[in-house]
């Protein structure tokens, strides 16, 4: 995402892209230890669910298209971002990382579950 680009410019399928293409870009920086440059793209995640969540009808279903990626952070990261939206989808797409074994996001999609049952992490 180029610096001083307005998601609020965006159509929901570029933000769907760019949403995907920085997740990607999380899974390799922390593929290669790099963990600075996963946490940069963390804002900008953020930035374009929390633009998505503003849109009438809350269009972070959108994001729900990612489910099954074969990227499992684009996954995750799609996974969490619907638990507000569609709580028993979202649920079983972190229930099926978790079983996946891949790792680390198996590991981050249990502690995920974790936090949900025992209410430390609620989704908004």
């Known amino acids: 995402m180029r610096r001083g680009t307005r998601l609020s410019c ?11 293409k920085l997740c990607v870009e999380q899974y390799n920086a922390l593929d290669r230890q790099e963990y600075a440059a996963f946490n940069r793209r963390y804002d900008r995640i953020q930035a374009i669910e929390d633009e998505l969540k503003s ?13 099954g990626h074969p990227n ?13 939206v ?13 079983a996946s074994k891949w790792g680390p996001q198996c590991g981050d ?3 995920t579950l974790i936090n949900l049952d025992n ?5 908004t």
């Open 10 to 20: 965006l159509q929901d399928r570029e933000l769907l892209a760019r949403f995907e």
């Open 109 to 111: 999609a249990g502690m």
């Open 72 to 84: 499992m952070q684009v996954r995750l990261t799609a996974a969490r971002a619907n638990l507000a």
């Open 55 to 67: 849109r009438p009808g809350d269009q972070r279903r959108i994001l729900m298209t990612l489910f």
């Open 119 to 123: 209410g430390i992490y609620r989704p």
């Open 86 to 98: 569609d709580y028993p989808a979202a649920r079983r797409e972190i229930q099926d990382i978790a």
